[in-house]
């Protein structure tokens, strides 16, 4: 028996409880003061300033180590010229397909310094876009990149369960101009396709790739993990974490990949101007601070910003020695080793450590050492050694279970850790459902439907292609968390049967829905030849 809801709720009315219920409203106008090398600000100017002199310094070329400022001056004598002249197709100018296919897939977010909306440019007619077509076309070919793009707006955001008072743990979050992010996404699109073209870019690397994603990486290394433990072997992960990694990109090092590859004439010189010294203002409330000055890293807030920092730290992956395999997810990068011997893990480990170290270090990166991790995954019982692999001098940890890409690896690789965590976000979710579902009031079944799917579901479904391999015992416990959710969007009672729910909200079970799921997967990866599992999913063992 269903219970009809009386009384609905407008859409946008649902959608601002949705983001308050959820937590997702930053308010930064409480913060009364800050903390800054021992001294309390609390003048709303000098606080502004405080937060984004912060900003400023990360990207300075002087936060670099000796050695690497030392290098990078060395290096920078030497210009690169992308002015020859050549035919290739990625310099002629833009096609009006190319501007409608980058405006269809731009989402409407904060407007830049010039205030311009999304929404304006798609409530243009033919003829306005063909003149904005005109202007980028124009830009491209005298390539004079606008200096009023080089412009944005930063909101300062802190970080999740950071103290406030610190300057150091909030997030900028730039606002660019909306023309120059249509504009940067039809240059993205044909850098992107000369760098699959060539094969350029490591397979191994599935950063904002076509048809790759987190999950592959995931997946790379979960099988890795169950082919050792199936030939009694002892695999051993690193899980790295790079410091500022995109504030700290070396720019001329880009532009020096980028002649290495080939490019010439209007995209390289596009990037060129692109990248030149940027300039910010920080805005908390309706007031802006002093112009500040980002000198080095990829612009925040720019669509082709994580392409270059992919380019720049492609190299990374092919530095492993034999025996050692590992991803990369832009800057989230891992190494797996396994062995019947663990000293002979260990030696290879730590090989692989030392030329990465090196490799980063070469272009301004720095790897944290109190954040990178490893984990023994090993089901063996009494007592066994662990590897003791250095980084910077310092014993990276051994730790029992740890989060990559979103999914957290347990030693014994049961993923009881990561379904009780998961477990625990879904009933949180399922609050905002109860809250939206009263009898006197609330949303429609069909809308509550939706809600659960984007709040709930889609936890759910995230990784399930790797953690569906847990026993069933594990898995039993998403279960309740999925039929309490249908049975809250229906309006249902506790004691309906579960298969007439499954029939009313059109949702099969959770295992079903893993097993569409994991198909799905693999006929992507058996697709897609190109793919690291491309060859164990044709031939699986």
Same mark, same amino acid.
């Given at each position: 028996?269903?219970?009809?809801?009386?009384?609905?709720?407008?859409?946008?009315?649902?959608? =601002?409880?949705?983001?308050?219920?959820?937590?997702?409203?930053?308010?930064?106008?409480?913060?009364?003061?800050?903390?800054?090398?021992?001294?309390?600000?609390? =003048?709303?100017?000098?606080?502004?300033?405080?937060?984004?002199?912060?900003?400023?310094?990360?990207?300075?070329? %002087?936060?670099?180590?000796?050695?690497?400022?030392?290098?990078?001056?060395?290096?920078?004598?030497?210009?690169?010229?992308?002015?020859?002249?050549?035919?290739?197709?990625?310099?002629? =100018?833009?096609?009006?397909?190319?501007?409608?296919?980058?405006?269809?897939?731009?989402?409407?977010?904060?407007?830049?310094?010039?205030?311009?909306? &999304? &929404?304006?440019?798609?409530?243009?007619?033919?003829?306005?876009?063909?003149?904005?077509?005109?202007?980028?076309?124009?830009?491209?070919?005298?390539?004079?990149?606008?200096?009023?793009?080089?412009?944005?707006? /930063?909101?300062?955001?802190?970080?999740?369960?950071?103290?406030?008072?610190?300057?150091?743990?909030?997030?900028p979050i730039a606002l660019t101009?909306?023309?120059?992010? !249509?504009?940067?996404?039809?240059?993205?699109?044909? !850098?992107?396709?000369?760098?699959?073209?060539?094969?350029?870019?490591?397979?191994?690397? %599935?950063?904002?790739?076509?048809?790759?994603?987190?999950?592959?990486?995931?997946?790379?290394?979960?099988?890795?993990?169950?082919?050792?433990?199936?030939?009694?072997?002892?695999?051993?992960?690193?899980?790295?974490?790079?410091?500022?990694?995109?504030?700290?990109?070396?720019?001329?090092?880009?532009?020096?990949?980028?002649?290495?590859?080939?490019?010439?004439?209007?995209?390289?010189?596009?990037?060129?101007?692109?990248?030149?010294?940027?300039?910010?203002?920080?805005?908390?409330?309706?007031?802006?601070?002093?112009?500040?000055?980002?000198?080095?890293?990829?612009?925040?807030?720019?669509?082709?910003?994580?392409?270059?920092?992919?380019?720049?730290?492609?190299?990374?992956?092919?530095?492993?020695?034999?025996?050692?395999?590992?991803?990369?997810?832009?800057?989230?990068?891992?190494?797996?080793?396994?062995?019947?011997?663990?000293? $002979?893990?260990?030696?290879?480990?730590?090989?692989? /450590?030392?030329?990465? %170290?090196?490799?980063?270090?070469?272009?301004?990166?720095?790897?944290?050492?109190?954040?990178?991790?490893?984990?023994? $995954?090993?089901?063996?019982?009494?007592?066994?050694?662990?590897?003791?692999?250095?980084?910077?001098?310092?014993?990276?940890?051994?730790?029992?279970?740890?989060?990559?890409?979103? !999914?957290?690896?347990?030693?014994?690789?049961?993923?009881?850790?990561?379904?009780?965590?998961?477990?625990?976000?879904?009933?949180?979710?399922?609050?905002?459902?109860?809250?939206?579902?009263?009898? %006197?009031?609330?949303?429609?079944?069909?809308?509550?439907?939706?809600?659960?799917?984007?709040?709930?579901?889609?936890?759910?479904?995230?990784?399930c292609v790797v953690y569906g391999?847990?026993?069933?015992?594990?898995?039993?416990?998403?279960?309740?968390?999925?039929?309490?959710?249908?049975?809250?969007?229906?309006?249902?009672?506790?004691?309906?049967?579960?298969?007439?729910?499954?029939?009313?909200?059109?949702?099969?079970?959770?295992? &079903?829905?893993?097993?569409?799921?994991?198909?799905?997967?693999? $006929?992507?990866?058996?697709?897609?030849?190109?793919?690291?599992?491309?060859?164990?999913?044709?031939?699986?063992?």
């Amino acid at each position: 028996m269903m219970i009809q809801n009386s009384k609905k709720i407008s859409s946008k009315k649902l959608w =601002d409880k949705i983001r308050r219920l959820s937590g997702r409203c930053n308010d930064n106008s409480s913060i009364s003061f800050l903390n800054h090398n021992g001294q309390v600000i609390t =003048d709303a100017k000098n606080f502004e300033n405080t937060l984004a002199e912060a900003f400023s310094a990360v990207s300075s070329a %002087s936060s670099y180590s000796q050695d690497f400022i030392s290098y990078k001056k060395n290096e920078e004598r030497y210009d690169t010229d992308f002015n020859t002249l050549t035919d290739d197709e990625y310099n002629s =100018d833009f096609h009006f397909i190319e501007f409608k296919r980058a405006l269809s897939k731009s989402h409407a977010t904060s407007p830049g310094p010039d205030n311009i909306h &999304l &929404l304006m440019l798609t409530h243009l007619t033919e003829t306005s876009l063909h003149n904005i077509l005109k202007l980028f076309n124009r830009i491209w070919k005298v390539k004079k990149f606008p200096s009023s793009w080089r412009r944005a707006v /930063v909101i300062p955001i802190l970080k999740p369960g950071k103290d406030a008072k610190s300057p150091n743990n909030y997030c900028p979050i730039a606002l660019t101009s909306v023309l120059c992010k !249509l504009l940067e996404k039809m240059v993205n699109s044909r !850098l992107v396709y000369v760098l699959e073209k060539k094969k350029w870019l490591s397979p191994f690397q %599935s950063g904002f790739r076509f048809g790759r994603g987190t999950v592959d990486n995931i997946l790379l290394l979960e099988n890795s993990i169950r082919e050792a433990f199936v030939s009694k072997k002892q695999p051993v992960s690193i899980l790295f974490d790079m410091e500022k990694a995109y504030d700290k990109t070396w720019r001329y090092g880009i532009l020096k990949d980028l002649y290495g590859i080939g490019f010439k004439c209007n995209l390289p010189i596009f990037m060129q101007s692109f990248l030149k010294t940027r300039y910010f203002r920080v805005r908390i409330g309706n007031t802006l601070t002093d112009i500040f000055y980002q000198e080095e890293g990829v612009p925040q807030g720019s669509v082709i910003s994580v392409i270059l920092f992919i380019i720049k730290i492609n190299d990374v992956i092919k530095q492993l020695p034999t025996c050692v395999n590992g991803s990369l997810f832009v800057d989230d990068l891992e190494i797996h080793c396994s062995g019947e011997d663990m000293g $002979f893990v260990e030696r290879k480990l730590q090989e692989a /450590v030392n030329k990465i %170290s090196e490799r980063v270090k070469k272009n301004g990166f720095q790897i944290s050492s109190q954040k990178t991790v490893a984990i023994h $995954f090993c089901r063996r019982r009494g007592l066994h050694l662990d590897p003791k692999p250095l980084l910077n001098d310092c014993t990276i940890p051994i730790v029992r279970y740890a989060k990559y890409l979103g !999914l957290i690896l347990d030693s014994k690789l049961t993923f009881k850790p990561h379904v009780n965590y998961l477990k625990r976000k879904c009933i949180q979710s399922l609050n905002i459902i109860k809250m939206l579902s009263g009898t %006197s009031y609330g949303a429609e079944t069909s809308t509550l439907i939706k809600v659960y799917k984007a709040l709930i579901r889609s936890k759910l479904d995230y990784g399930c292609v790797v953690y569906g391999s847990a026993s069933k015992s594990v898995l039993k416990a998403l279960d309740t968390v999925h039929h309490q959710g249908l049975r809250l969007s229906l309006g249902a009672f506790r004691t309906s049967p579960i298969q007439s729910i499954y029939v009313l909200s059109n949702e099969p079970s959770l295992e &079903l829905r893993r097993e569409r799921l994991t198909l799905n997967t693999f $006929f992507k990866i058996k697709s897609n030849s190109s793919h690291p599992m491309h060859y164990k999913v044709i031939n699986p063992i």
